[in-house]
């Protein structure tokens, strides 16, 4: 059992940048790949990130690439994301994700467990 705990969200302005935590329980932290998603109001939970299980390999979501990074310490049972030049376009819940599923997900059936959600809010 992994339980994943969110911080580090909150109401930032256009164009500032933003840093989330996901800090994992457990000691099979590093057996996972991570993904990052969001759910905006009325719409439907959507992917954003992916690392895998060393932190050797990112992929990401076309309306975040260049602007978002994935990392994460192992030795810390913790995966981040970094969001930079922020858009009103990406305020939604976000959420962590943890999946054994070798390669990368992007689909939220491969993930077995989740955090508990953060609020991000960009302003224009």
């Known amino acids: 059992q992994v339980q994943l705990v969110q911080s580090g969200g909150g109401l930032v302005q256009a164009g500032d940048s933003l840093r989330l935590f996901c800090v994992a329980s457990?000691?099979?932290?590093?057996?996972?790949?991570m993904g990052w998603f969001r759910q905006a109001p009325g719409k439907e939970r959507e992917f954003v990130a992916h690392?895998?299980?060393?932190?050797?390999?990112?992929f990401y979501a076309d309306s975040v690439k260049g602007r978002f990074t994935v990392s994460r310490d192992n030795a810390k049972n913790t995966v981040y994301l970094q969001m930079s030049s922020l858009k009103p376009e990406d305020t939604a819940v976000y959420y962590c994700?943890?999946?054994?599923?070798?390669?990368?997900?992007?689909?939220?059936?491969?993930?077995?467990?989740w955090g508990q959600g953060t609020q991000v809010t960009v302003s224009s």
């Open positions: 994700a943890a999946t054994l599923a070798f390669g990368v997900e992007v689909g939220t059936q491969e993930y077995i467990y």
């Open positions: 457990g000691r099979t932290f590093s057996s996972y790949a």
């Open positions: 690392i895998n299980w060393s932190g050797g390999s990112t």
